[in-house]
């Protein structure tokens, strides 16, 4: 198993569009950190009087809540969730980032996951159907291997190249938020979580590394998606049509249905999001992470039941 990762992972860099696709990848985090610094640059100065302003948005919160257009009970939870933080910020002395640090950074290139996504959907969709459209189907297919083996070894590199990506733009993202932002103060390093009725300080590392894993659900799914097309329907062309066009789609198409009808809580661009748990409220009112959770598992299985299926029953034309 071990020789066919890497001989699949070799294949993905010997060709140059992987690397065009790190290097494109970098300049994105480059030139959004230097429009973020450019535009903090014009604006003023930040306010020393961050309390009052807290407690301004606290007023506000509280009269948004008791008005009548506030109806659900996640709307509710949410804002009580906001004032809870800001009063305890207040009463500990924790004001809130005015500029932008590493860690801002960081937080905000979770935005440009949906674009390292593409490149894995890139290699995802095209890692079974080339083999059939270079026609090296069958010189794989004689080796002394399983047809099993070679697919999961295919759809585990798939992957490990998503991690890769991952880790290039976490990792970018804090060499060049520390460069052009520095790390910021001690007050601002710690995240702040409402759990259980009560506000806790958090890692803000690991609070980030579980956004970027959080946030990044979405393309795995997809990934899995169009490499269930690519060995279904062996066409590397339709599978990244289709992903791509979901990746960027799906969730905005999700949120409009959401409004109206609750059964869009079984789509799956409903569940891909589970930091609606923990920073937000869910899509639609009844759903609880273990639900998504559950939907997830449900999608991941059929995508590969139809891909492995596919793959060793079907015959290789000759």
Known sequence: MFNLIRNEWEKIFRQTSTYLMIGLLILILIASGAITKYIEGKEKAPSNEWKQELMAENKSLKQEAEGVQITTPSTREFIHKQTAINEYRIKNNLPPASKSTVWTFINDSTSLIPFAGLFVLVI????????????????????????????LAKYVTANLFLLLMLFILFAGAWLIGAFLFGMGEASNNVHLAYVNGQVKEQSLFLYLVKSYAFHSLSVFMLAAMAFMISAVFRSSGLAIGLSVFLLFTGGTVT??????????????????????????????????????????????????????????????AA
């Open 124 to 151: 995802a969709a095209g890692i079974v159907a080339n083999e059939f459209t270079w026609g090296t189907i069958k010189v794989l297919l004689v080796k002394p291997y399983k047809r099993w083996k070679i697919l």
């Open 255 to 316: 949120n409009l249905l959401a409004s109206k009808f609750e059964w869009a809580k079984y789509s799956l661009f409903a569940n891909t999001n589970l930091m609606q748990y923990i920073d937000g409220m869910p899509m639609v009112e009844s759903m609880t992470m273990k639900f998504s959770i559950i939907m997830l598992l449900l999608y991941f299985s059929v995508f590969h039941i139809l891909a492995f299926i596919s793959f060793t029953r079907r015959d290789v």
